[in-house]
């Protein structure tokens, strides 16, 4: 039988517990459950990218949060193996991308998980810190709606994947025109208990041009520090960058000193390379400081 420990009020108060390590800090703790959702084609293949190359390269994501180097693996159910290499072939000459792996199984369901599943066992192999789960819906067959179903799926992925972050991607029920105050259970097809049993919970949508990623909720964060991010996705890399002018400014003196013999669109690339700003923004920062 499992062991539990019973803490009085004076013991739980001093009690000093280890530090809570986060695959990025403090937006997403080690181990924990994510979910990313937004309507289709709003970019959310995009920010899974970026979060995948800012980990597997140790970049602060959008040059804001920090993160842990580690592998990635995107299981996708969502997308054939023969578009998603279109996809990579495109970036593949701009950025590195070891330590990101992509596998492809259809059908896919995460309740018939067990320990000698071919499926875990081929991740637990390779040794990921982050899994990406593209998409929800077509990982598991129970009813949406149901808190079990959340209940069964979330815990499958613990017991199997220890350790291991999980983020799950998810289409929003509808589109909203106005999304301060959003009631979370609208924010699905299904219950709010995919929202209240997960850490973290992002939601993109448009704004004009542009993108905006809501951090809805955040067990590690507290809401007056949640950062509003603006972002914008450049065509080249597929990757999205914070919309903030003045990010390229501050980096570029640092980027001259590591890189001296980097000439300007070498600075440019490498601005949007580590998330910093925009392709506008890089070639007006470099052109103004160099």
Not at 74 to 83: S, W
Not at 151 to 170: A, C, D, K, S
Not at 192 to 206: F, H, K, N, P
Not at 238 to 245: D, G
Request: aromatic share 8%.
């Amino acid at each position: 039988m499992p062991a539990y420990d019973i803490y009085s009020a004076e013991e739980l108060a001093a009690h000093k517990f280890p530090d809570e390590p986060f695959l990025v800090e403090p937006l997403i703790p080690q181990g924990g459950i994510v979910l990313l959702h937004g309507k289709r084609g709003i970019g959310k293949s995009q920010f899974s990218l970026t979060l995948a190359h800012t980990i597997v390269n140790g970049f602060p994501l959008f040059n804001y949060f920090p993160v842990t180097k580690s592998k990635v693996v995107v299981v996708e159910t969502d997308m054939t193996p023969q578009i998603q290499q279109l996809r990579i072939l495109k970036i593949f000459d701009r950025l590195c991308l070891k330590g990101l792996y992509y596998t492809f199984p259809v059908p896919c369901n995460v309740i018939e998980f067990h320990s000698g599943h071919p499926l875990v066992k081929a991740i637990l192999e390779i040794g990921p810190n982050l899994i990406i789960w593209d998409t929800l819906r077509k990982i598991h067959r129970m009813k949406e709606s149901s808190s079990e179903s959340v209940q069964i799926v979330y815990e499958n992925l613990r017991t199997h994947f220890p350790g291991i972050t999980h983020m799950l991607i998810h289409h929003d029920k509808k589109t909203f025109q106005d999304n301060e105050g959003l009631d979370q259970e609208e924010l699905f097809r299904g219950s709010g208990a995919w929202v209240d049993d997960a850490d973290t919970s992002l939601q993109i949508t448009e704004t004009g041009p542009r993108m905006k990623i809501w951090i809805h909720k955040c067990r590690t964060m507290s809401e007056g520090d949640r950062p509003n991010l603006l972002v914008e996705m450049d065509p080249e890399t597929m990757l999205l960058h914070p919309y903030q002018p003045n990010t390229a400014a501050k980096m570029l003196p640092y980027l001259r000193q590591t890189f001296p013999d980097y000439r300007k669109e070498q600075l440019v690339e490498e601005l949007l390379r580590r998330g910093c700003c925009t392709r506008d923004q890089g070639h007006l920062a470099v052109k103004m400081l160099v």
